[in-house]
């Protein structure tokens, strides 16, 4: 099992920059991606940044370009980087992480909420 706390959210006026942290514990080795999703009131969930094992990152969606993800492999840790955040970047994001030969992602983390103010 591996267990996923984030950290970091809160408000934020617009124009601002948050970084969200996402600390793993358990059975951390089994990993191969760990990402960040987001889930805006009354929007589906999605897809932010992904970190893989051999550290390679990815992004997609709005938040492109204004992200940057990355990994403290001493700490376990993924961080989220955002800057010139927007009203609409308003969520709850969460911290994700899916096993070797997994099509899915296995693990979530509780989230934590970002409110960006205009």
């Known amino acids: 099992q591996v267990q996923l706390v984030e950290s970091g959210g809160g408000l934020v006026q617009a124009g601002g920059s948050l970084r969200l942290s996402c600390a793993a514990s358990g059975s951390i080795s089994r990993l191969n991606f760990m990402g960040w999703y987001r889930q805006a009131p009354g929007k589906q969930r999605e897809l932010v940044a992904t970190?893989?094992?051999?550290?390679?990152?990815s992004y997609s969606g709005s938040l492109k370009g204004r992200v940057t993800i990355s990994r403290d492999n001493a700490k376990n840790t993924v961080y989220l980087q955002m800057n010139s955040l927007k009203p609409e970047d308003t969520a709850v994001y969460y911290c994700a992480a899916k096993e070797y030969g997994s099509g899915e992602y296995n693990y979530w983390g509780q989230g934590t909420t970002v409110t960006v103010s205009s």
């Open positions: 970190f893989s094992s051999g550290g390679r990152t």
